[in-house]
Structure formats: C-alpha cells, structure tokens
C-alpha cells in the first residue's frame, strides 16, 4: 500500500459520454491511494455506473422552465453540505446540467477544481466555469481557451477481461452496431432494412448493441443465420470493438477516442439532437483531421445512404477500409510526434500540490 495521497469528489453523470470517463478516472486515483466520491444527478438511476463506487444523488435539472431554479438551489445546498462532510481536497467536473450545483458550490466555497470535456467543443456547464478554474483537461484541441491541457484520449483504463463471442469466426468480416450507452432506434431500424441486400454482397457476422428490443434483433439474425452477439447493453464494449472491422455508431466523443484507440473505421451517424450539435462537430472534425470515417447526418439516414457507404469499405476487396486503417495509425503517429500531451492524473495532481 503506497501514501494515502487525499480525497477527490468527482461529478459525472447523464450520458454514457460524461460517466464513461469519469468511472475511469476513478479507478485510476483509487489504484493511486486516493479516496473517490460520485456526486451527480441521478446516479442511483444510471445503468451504466458502478454502484459499488461511494456517490450521492444531487438534485439539477437543464433551464427548460423556471421550477428548474428550485431544483439547482436544492442541488447547490446538497452539495454545500457534501463538501463540508466529505472535505473533499479537489473536486473534478465532466460536464452536463446533472453536474452543474456541485460546481457551483465547488468554487463559491474555492475548492480546487478540474474540468474535463471530452468534445471538440466545450459543453454549456464547462464552458460556464472554464474561466472560473486552473485547467480544463480536454482530449482534443479547444481553440481560444487558455487553460485548456491537452490529455491522453481514452480509454483511460481498459480491463483485461475479453467477452467469448460464441460462434464468431475470425476469418469473417464482423460489423459493429450500437448507438453509444442507450442505443439508437433509427440506426438499429436501418441496419435491420439493409440486411438481406448486404447478405447478397457479402458475408458477414454482426455484434449488435441494441438498447431496448434484443431479442427481436437476435430473433431476426438467427432466422438469417447470421453469427451474431446480440445485446441490450455491453459493460465491456472494448472487447467488441478488438472483434469488429467496421463500427456503425453515433459520434459521441468517447465512441471517437475509443475508434482511434482501436484503429477502427467507422460510419458516423451523429444525433442531431445533441446539445450545440457536438456530435455532428465531433464527426467533422475526425473526418478532416483523420480521415478514417464516413458521415451520415440523421436527417439523410436510410437504407440506401447506409448500404452505400458500406459498401464503400468492403468493394474491391475491402481496399478503402485498409486504407482508412492506414490513415488511423499515420494520423495518431504525426499527432504524438507533434502534440504535448500530459495524463489527466497528471493535471489533477499539479492543481492539488500547487
């Protein structure tokens, strides 16, 4: 056992995209002797966070009717209260309204905080306090802010465990379907639609992360006879992402970090319903910075603009997808040769020491 080195309150919670990083980073700093608290809107209600980590839930709603003041006082006085119990030595925020009272509280009682964002663009909570703070730690470039660091994209901590996809065979090409944490009904109705014409071109085997309805998807793959692994959720998606060749996903940034990490190519379909539109900046960014994605806004998604851009990797003996890979590996060799890039322990223990 090394030094116990303080107590740090993380505040992560909504999407996939904020709790992600956020149970990452807390299994980092505990394997580093430091204690670790959740506090966030709604934790209890997240399928996707760990329950055995120690959290509490806020109350914090988004500014869509004016009851939402009350529920950010309730929020910001729970947090108060936190912070005086827990005394926490520095307090990390990653973003989203669910977050947004244990911030405040955070710098008007002048704990030392650290943002991270994991966008191309800063979200609206950390754009508020970014001037308010030492650093915003962020895994892609963020033009005009001064105090932005550039961090290790994620995955941050990966687990060694591997899921046995019974049946897969390795010789067959294996596509990645799922719409990040909560799936996506209109890219899984669309995969659905294109199936009996992409089984004409080619054969293939799918890992499908549905959301609601596995059954009826794993139902109709078997019928096909199509090898599948078929999912309403999937804790240990980067087992899945080390058996695919191609990735249909939207483009949060986590599922972004995470195709690089892995050197997948990808069609992007971003949700146009995200907050400033990120996603679809996300994808454009990644597009003309990497080049080893093809984009599909929601609005122009259907069964001919999907199969064609599937097809687009695997004509002419999957010639484009190798070439993608390539532009995936030459783009991250270029960009650790030219960028300075630091660990977001690295941040959070110069704030804490300084």
């Known amino acids: 056992m090394g030094k116990y080195k303080g107590k740090i309150l993380i505040s992560a919670s909504g999407t996939g995209g904020h709790l992600i990083p956020a149970m990452q980073l807390a299994n980092i700093l505990k394997n580093d002797n430091f204690d670790i ?68 509280a955070g710098y008007v009682l002048r704990k030392k905080i650290v943002l991270f964002d994991s966008n191309i663009l800063l979200g609206k909570v950390n754009k ?43 010789n067959i090409f294996t596509i990645l379907v799922f719409g990040g944490s909560q ?21 293939f085997q799918v890992i499908h992360i549905t959301g609601e309805d596995s059954q009826h998807f794993k139902k109709i793959y078997d019928e096909m006879k199509i090898i599948n692994y078929v999912k309403k959720f999937e804790k240990n998606i980067y087992s899945l992402y080390r058996n695919a060749d191609l990735v249909i996903s939207r483009s949060g940034a986590i ?36 080049k080893f994605v093809k984009i599909i806004e929601e609005d122009h998604l259907n069964q001919l603009s999907l199969l064609k851009e599937i097809e687009f990797f695997i004509n002419d003996n999957f010639k484009n997808l190798k070439i993608f890979k390539e532009n995936i590996l030459s783009a991250m060799m270029k960009e650790e040769k030219d960028q300075n890039v630091t660990t977001i322990q690295n941040v959070i223990n110069k704030v804490l020491y300084e």
Request: charged share 25%.
């Open 37 to 104: 608290f959740f506090a966030a809107k709604d934790l209890s209600k997240k399928e996707i966070f760990d329950k055995t980590l120690n959290f509490v839930d806020i109350s914090s709603d988004i500014p869509r009717n004016l009851f939402f003041i009350f529920k950010i006082f309730k929020g910001f006085l729970q947090s108060v209260f936190l912070i005086f119990k827990y005394k926490p030595d520095i307090i990390v925020g990653f973003g989203s309204f669910h977050t947004f009272p244990v911030i405040l």
């Open 128 to 170: 508020f306090f970014s001037k308010k703070v030492k650093f915003v730690a962020t895994q892609f470039p963020i033009l005009n802010q001064k105090n932005a660091v550039l961090v290790k994209k994620l995955p941050w901590y990966v687990a060694n465990e591997s899921v046995f996809l019974k049946d897969f065979k390795k």
């Open 255 to 290: 599922t972004i970090a995470e195709l690089l990490n892995f050197n997948k190519p990808a069609i992007l379909i971003p949700f146009k319903n995200a907050t400033d539109n990120h996603q679809l900046k996300n994808a454009e960014f990644i597009q003309n910075n990497y």
């Open 183 to 203: 799936g996506s009904k209109i890219i899984n109705e669309n995969f659905l639609k294109i199936l009996k014409d992409l089984y004409k071109k080619i054969t």
